[in-house]
């Protein structure tokens, strides 16, 4: 770890003390962090200058229960050249989590296509509807509940392809 | 301060204040518009030419890549990446490869970087070529355009050495290559690099010092490197402005490091500064294809990774532990560590990212694409609001927005 990052690993820690920090097998630096501390520590970040937000997606783990749903932040140091990944875990029953589009303008879209796939609902966002499926789907693809292909369908058997 | 500068600014100062006939007109740009070079809807407000709102559609070709690759196999998730940027294709292709390698923790031979270099410049090169050729169209340049997709094509000629295809190329393995380089390739790809750089020249010397054209398309859809920044803006866009982020030279990726390359930088991030920042791109690119085809380092094409890479066909039919990996690699049956990468590769546009969940079944738990035009796209209607509507078909087309990317 660059004396920078650990620089700023250390205040993270120090400012926002639920926040966890794993370091994992392919050197990223993960947070783990609480969906009330995801505005501050974003904005923290922002001043420290990382001022790229390279990616914000979810995922989703039923299986994990109270933490159904994860939204995943990429977030990158252009000058010292030091990427975080920033992990927020949702329940399933209350999937809103603070909007970083006052921090950054390109969140909107990023917000709204994981809004459209995974139904995590972006408080404050301007303009949160579905942006590439249709407006009057009325469920949220991504989830691992839909399978991909009709489960009804009988004319093809793959009983003994794979896992 | 000339006559014609002052005129300049006054028509500027008019068209910025006076409302033209008063008169607010709802206007349709797309779905399917011959200037808009792909299937995207703006609804633009407009008094008579002046643009004064914009508000976007997208999603008319979304195919659900990202649940579709939820049930494949990682070695056929390749071909859904060519439908990414479909005019870089090769570049997609190596990025997912590059992603899974990461994961499994594989190491190519330098060999292998050194032709996956040549692919991805090969395929910048034509990604440029296509973007910059159609802002001549869009200002009235046909001609430059005729000539450009020739040596377009000649790159088509040259993927279909290497791998068969020409537009979605689904080139190179998980691990490598397929085949090594033939020799026709290599005659054709010297042939090129022998002949291209002449035409582009010509091609260049119409446009980029042209009185017309650099008056059409300076000032034409701006953006400050602070506000391209805070929109995750990418790639040449990103550089026009002026800032020079490269994913090639920040966090270098099948051995970049190695070679000699400038990345040239815009300065006011309109029309003008994105089409002469793909100009000299492709010059650069050029000269990276050079060095990687002189230094070409000896050795296999391919990684020495059984459980991944598909052994030789004649040993699949005499040999049994060929067999076996055979089956399992087609079966989906290889063990795939579990873990999450993030890799990104220097697109045609950009930074194209991958975000990979495996959780070591035979499918990745989730993959996302990180998609540049996706992500700049949104800055559209910013750029041409106040501006005049033919300088948003040029601000369009200078941005390369690619529907299949955009979409995914």
New interface residues.
């Given amino acids: 770890m660059s004396d920078f990052a650990s620089n700023i690993n250390e205040s993270i820690l120090q400012n926002f003390p639920n926040v966890t920090h794993v370091l994992?097998?392919?050197g990223?630096h993960n947070y783990f962090i609480d969906k009330v501390d995801i505005h501050g520590v974003v904005e923290f970040l922002k001043n420290e200058g990382f001022?790229?937000?390279?990616?914000l997606?979810g995922?989703?783990y039923p299986d994990k229960e109270n933490t159904e749903f994860q939204v995943?932040y990429?977030i990158h140091n252009?000058v010292q050249?030091v990427?975080f990944?920033l992990k927020v875990d949702l329940s399933q029953n209350d999937t809103h989590i603070p909007t970083v589009t006052d921090l950054?303008?390109?969140a909107?879209?990023?917000e709204r296509?994981t809004f459209d796939?995974f139904g995590i609902i972006f408080d404050g966002h301007p303009n949160l509807t579905r942006?590439?499926?249709?407006e009057d789907m009325d469920y949220h693809?991504?989830k691992k509940e839909y399978a991909?292909?009709d489960e009804t369908r009988t004319d093809k058997d793959d009983t003994f392809?794979?896992? | 301060m000339s006559d014609l500068d002052l005129q300049n600014k006054k028509v500027a100062a008019f068209a910025s204040t006076e409302t033209i006939d008063g008169e607010i007109a709802t206007l349709n740009l797309g779905p399917t518009h011959p200037a808009t070079h792909g299937i995207f809807q703006n609804v633009l407000k407009v008094d008579g030419e002046r643009i004064l709102s914009a508000e976007q559609t997208v999603g008319y070709i979304h195919r659900a890549f990202e649940k579709l690759a939820e049930r494949r196999p990682y070695n056929q998730i390749t071909p859904i990446t060519d439908r990414l940027n479909y005019c870089s294709s090769p570049i997609n292709n190596m990025g997912w490869h590059m992603t899974v390698e990461k994961l499994i923790g594989a190491e190519m031979p330098k060999r292998v970087d050194y032709m996956r270099v040549i692919v991805m410049e090969l395929a910048r090169i034509a990604d440029h070529l296509v973007c910059n050729s159609v802002i001549g169209v869009d200002t009235g340049a046909l001609t430059g355009f005729t000539y450009m997709f020739q040596e377009r094509e000649k790159i088509y000629d040259i993927y279909e050495e290497i791998c068969g295809a020409r537009l979605t190329t689904n080139v190179g393995r998980i691990g490598g290559f397929d085949r090594d380089f033939n020799k026709e390739f290599i005659t054709k790809l010297r042939a090129f690099i022998k002949e291209f750089p002449k035409k582009f020249d010509e091609f260049g010397s119409m446009l980029e010092r042209n009185r017309i054209f650099m008056d059409r398309t300076i000032g034409a859809g701006p953006i400050s490197a602070e506000r391209a920044l805070s929109y995750s803006f990418a790639g040449p866009n990103l550089r026009a402005a002026g800032v020079d982020y490269d994913v090639r030279v920040m966090k270098p990726y099948s051995s970049y490091q190695d070679f000699d390359f400038e990345i040239p930088v815009g300065n006011d991030g309109d029309t003008y500064d994105r089409f002469i920042v793909r100009q000299r791109e492709i010059k650069e690119s050029l000269k990276i294809i050079e060095q990687a085809l002189e230094n070409m380092p000896q050795g296999a094409y391919h990684a020495d990774i059984p459980s991944f890479y598909l052994p030789p066909k004649e040993e699949v039919y005499s040999s049994m532990e060929a067999l076996i990996y055979h089956f399992k690699i087609i079966m989906g049956e290889t063990p795939i560590p579990q873990g999450e990468v993030y890799h990104s590769v220097e697109g045609g546009n950009g930074e194209l990212g991958y975000y990979l969940v495996s959780d070591g079944g035979r499918t990745p738990y989730r993959l996302h694409f990180r998609r540049p035009c996706f992500i700049y796209y949104q800055a559209y209607p910013e750029m041409i609001t106040g501006s005049m509507l033919s300088d948003a078909i040029l601000t369009m087309s200078s941005m390369n927005v690619i529907a299949g990317e955009l979409d995914a």
Avoid at chain 1, 51 to 55: K, R, V
Wanted: proline share 3%; no cysteine; hydrophobic share 40%.
């Fill in positions: 994992d097998n392919y990223d001022i790229y937000l390279t990616d997606t995922s989703h995943v990429h252009l050249n990427r990944r950054f303008a390109g909107n879209w990023m296509e796939f942006i590439l499926n249709v693809p991504m991909l292909e392809f794979g896992r």
